[in-house]
């Protein structure tokens, strides 16, 4: 069975600071899938990260593929009370089937 | 462009009643995925389907069926509700097997 272990779980932070959210798995994906889900709504896909060792910028937030296609990390900077939502990775395997990792639940304190 | 549309939005049954959810998706969009989601267990696949026909499946008891229409449309329907069954049934759709999900806001399904 794959896995996609998302750490941490629940993260709550001051306005204005760095913070940085990992998922990592045994497995390799084909590519990673980042999502943003707020209360009451669906998640919203952020970014799809193809490439062993890619790094993707949106606007304060940096997405990076491990090389080995097997872990991923969403990195936000200077984190405003807008960043605040439940954070989702997924990776597609070689079926094309989307495994989920658990999501990290991130609060930004004003 | 519409985005995915889930109906109802709230529901309350009784255990033991059945139920059935609706979700009509992006247009052009041939592909739907079901998904339940729980704060304990995070986001689960029910079932995927394409063209009509249901491609892949979860792992889910036989309670829980689809179905997708000519037109895309989905339907989910859960039989002989039970209270672990309360949660977001969030629907989603895309292009291919290649493309992200979109996904609706979701029916919050509470069973009492």
């Known amino acids: 069975t794959q896995l996609l272990e998302q750490s941490p779980q629940f993260l709550s932070i001051q306005e204005g600071e760095n913070l940085t959210v990992y998922c990592n798995s045994s497995?390799?994906?084909?590519?990673l899938q980042w999502y943003r889900q707020e209360p009451g709504e669906g998640p919203v896909l952020l970014v799809t990260v193809v490439t062993g060792g890619e790094v993707k910028k949106l606007k304060r937030l940096t997405f990076q593929f491990g090389d080995a296609r097997k872990d991923s990390s969403l990195h936000i900077t200077a984190a405003q009370p807008g960043d605040t939502g439940l954070y989702l990775c997924?990776?597609?395997?070689?079926?094309?089937?989307?495994?989920w990792g658990a999501g990290t639940k991130l609060i930004i304190k004003p | 462009k519409a985005g995915v549309t889930q109906t109802p939005r709230y529901l309350i049954k009784t255990r033991g009643q059945q139920v059935t959810l609706s979700c009509s998706p992006i247009?052009?969009?041939?592909?739907v995925s079901w998904y339940q989601q729980t704060p304990g267990q995070g986001l689960q696949f029910l079932f995927e389907?394409?063209?009509?026909?249901?491609?892949n499946k979860g792992n889910f008891p036989g309670r829980f069926s689809g179905r997708q229409f000519s037109n895309s449309r989905s339907e989910m329907n859960v039989s002989t509700l039970e209270l672990g069954d309360s949660a977001l049934y969030l629907c989603?759709?895309?292009?291919?097997?290649?493309?992200?999900?979109?996904f609706g806001n979701g029916t919050r399904l509470t069973v009492t």
């Open positions: 997924a990776g597609v395997d070689s079926n094309y089937q989307l495994i």
């Open positions: 389907y394409f063209s009509e026909t249901q491609r």
């Open positions: 247009s052009g969009h041939r592909s």
């Open positions: 989603a759709s895309r292009t291919g097997s290649f493309s992200p999900l979109h």
């Open positions: 497995s390799v994906f084909s590519s």
